[in-house]
């Protein structure tokens, strides 16, 4: 049984024994700030991009660095963070676990346990008071939506709560390897804007080749990044399609899939968290279930839980 399904039962069995609190406290005024600047100084980079790179300051040596960023950092994040730490979809060994925990960390969205125990909670509470970041916790109105939709997209991040890892990811904060790569988080980020900088200079073997692949390859890369997981929180629990049942108003927007590396395919997601797989239908990429696969291949990752014929069929007989 994973964490999410032990939260999930604990809110409606009924039992006798009381749930830990859903918050464990608030975050102290300068880790507020420092949340504040990761958030905002990648979208001001996306920001100036377009004048930056008219003409000047973008090279062919910056998009490869940023493209191969971006994979590293988001499929640490969707293979990693979220289908292996959160829902257990697979296990993997111990070389690989650290590796994704690490390549995760470089996308700058939090550490791993954090990241777990928030997720954990959105799938707890999924569109109902108690999730973070759902976009229907203010009404139905237009006024009521666009306020959800900026919550649910980076709004929620502002907020000074602190999910309670002890209720939502016991098994992280337990585990010594995951609470060494937590400790150094901000290494992980530092590391996640130099490398590119050192790369571009070495590449271009100029002082402005590493300016350009920091701005691309470091903040921009970043805030593209943010944003697309973003938006899986946001326009993927509001727009997009519903073929399977679940619990709340998770969506397919399909738009999404390839930059999301599939987590875009979030109806079935919602409807069967722990599947290694989002994209089970016929079109519909997936690349970290492709990543996985591979692991699987290798040795590295076992006990994947791949979406089966008769699974899925009940899934689509109640929708």
């Not at 000047?56 to 963070?81: E, Q, R």
């Not at 799938?123 to 666009?146: I, K, N, Q, V």
């Not at 929180?233 to 599939?262: Q, V, Y």
Request: net charge positive.
């Amino acid at each position: 049984m994973s964490a999410t399904q032990t939260a999930e039962e604990t809110e409606h069995s009924g039992g006798t024994r009381r749930p830990k609190p859903i918050i464990s406290g608030r975050t102290s005024l300068p880790e507020h700030i420092t949340v504040k600047i990761f958030v905002l100084a990648p979208l001001l980079a996306i920001a100036v991009a377009v004048p930056f790179a008219w003409g000047w300051g973008l090279s062919w040596v910056d998009i490869a660095l940023g493209a191969a960023f971006f994979v590293v950092s988001g499929l640490g994040v969707t293979a990693g963070y979220h289908r292996l730490f959160t829902h257990g979809s697979y296990k993997a060994n111990r070389p690989l676990r650290i590796a994704l925990a690490i390549a995760g960390s470089f996308s700058a969205q939090g550490p791993v346990t954090t990241w777990v125990a928030d997720h954990r909670r959105h799938h707890a509470f999924s569109d109902r008071a108690g999730d973070p970041h759902s976009p229907w916790l203010f009404g139905t109105s237009p006024a009521a939506l666009a306020k959800g939709f900026w919550h649910a997209h980076m709004g929620w991040l502002f907020e000074r709560e602190i999910t309670n890892v002890d209720r939502f990811a016991p098994d992280l904060a337990q585990d010594r390897d995951i609470r060494t790569v937590d400790r150094l988080f901000p290494l992980w980020v530092v590391a996640s804007f130099l490398l590119p900088a050192v790369l571009g200079g070495l590449i271009t073997w100029s002082v402005w080749g590493g300016v350009t692949a920091l701005f691309w390859a470091g903040l921009v890369r970043i805030g593209l990044l943010h944003h697309v997981t973003w938006s899986v929180n946001s326009i993927c629990h509001m727009l997009g399609e519903r073929p399977f049942t679940s619990r709340d108003k998770a969506a397919n927007f399909w738009p999404l899939a390839i930059f999301s590396f599939g987590e875009a395919w979030h109806n079935l997601h919602h409807a069967d968290p722990t599947c290694a797989r989002h994209g089970v239908l016929r079109g519909q990429i997936d690349i970290s279930a492709r990543l996985i696969w591979i692991f699987e291949k290798l040795g590295w990752a076992t006990k994947v839980r791949w979406p089966t014929a008769s699974r899925l069929t009940r899934l689509t007989a109640r929708a």
